[in-house]
């Protein structure tokens, strides 16, 4: 199962919260990724005929109150949109414009009307991480697994990926020679995993850099040392990015280590 998620940037937040402007309407509602989404439709018309409540309450002009209730009923009647959702959906309505964002945490539902918007619910799932991500990390296999609160773990599909050490050294085994023929025995092996570990850390780089996520690393000596001291640096480190970058003391940060054993 997937969720679709467009967590608002930086960028964003600051217009939300600088923004004034009377009415200014903000809706929370739990929502399911596996749902086609007709509950989720019908709680929306039900939050947006509470706003047109309190909107009348504040006495709002009459067109502005027409204006925000036709947007909320356009986005009601949106399928595409509803098929992809995630744990719940903030919605921020003027008469001028409505912004949505597909939320990875779930929120109760909830309705506010103000001259500006209500930003709490929406600020906690940003400051707090709500996805990780595992690279699980043998000699034979490597697969990296999406984490998210609430939902089973899902494999992540990565474009050349190799499946194996040996597959990515072009081997049936890693256990031969070395491509310089004089290393062979365990310095040959170690030779070949630094090739493993650095066609995986090509493959990774695109998908990953940049993410605000942490990534976490499973995988048992030798291999988790020779990963790590096999990773390229100049990764976006911005916020809890795990993936390595330069520090100031011009060395590589790494990934953390979950449980391994020898």
């Given amino acids: 199962m997937t ?21 200014s309407v903000s809706v929370y509602l739990p929502t399911d990724p596996a749902s086609a989404g007709t509950a989720e439709r019908i ?5 947006a005929t509470e706003a ?7 006495d709002a002009a009459r067109h502005d109150a027409a204006e925000i209730g036709a947007a909320f009923a356009d986005l009601s009647d949106d399928e595409e ?14 008469p001028d414009a409505l912004t949505t964002f597909r939320l990875p945490n779930r929120l109760v539902s909830l309705v506010a009307v103000s001259d500006r918007f209500h930003l709490k619910p929406l600020l906690r799932s940003v400051t707090f991480p709500q996805v990780a991500f595992v690279l699980a990390l043998a000699q034979n296999s490597v697969r990296l697994l999406e984490v998210v609160a609430d939902l089973e773990p899902a494999e992540v599909a990565v474009p050349d990926l ?12 890693i256990k031969g020679r070395a491509p ?15 090739q493993y570990s650095r066609q995986i850390d090509r493959a990774l780089r695109p998908l990953l850099s940049g993410l605000d996520a942490p990534l976490i690393l499973a995988a048992a000596e030798p291999l988790d040392s020779i990963f790590r001291a096999a990773l390229s640096c100049g990764w976006s480190s911005a916020g809890r990015s795990a993936w390595p970058s330069r520090t100031a003391s011009g060395t590589c940060s790494a990934p953390p280590s979950a449980s391994r054993g020898g």
Avoid: C, M
């Avoid at 960028?11 to 009377?22: G, K």
């Avoid at 310089?180 to 630094?194: N, T």
């Fill in 52 to 58: 047109g409540r309190q909107l009348s309450e504040l």
């Fill in 81 to 94: 949109f509803w098929r992809y959702q995630a744990r719940s959906l903030a919605v921020f309505a003027t």
């Fill in 162 to 173: 190799p499946a194996s050490a040996a597959d990515a050294v072009g081997q049936s085994s």
């Fill in 180 to 194: 310089r023929r004089k290393i062979q025995g365990s310095e040959g092996q170690k030779v070949r995993l630094h």
């Fill in 3 to 23: 969720l679709h998620t467009d967590i608002p940037t930086r960028a964003q937040i600051d217009w939300l919260l600088a923004s004034r402007n009377l009415p």
């Fill in 43 to 47: 709680e929306l018309k039900n939050l």
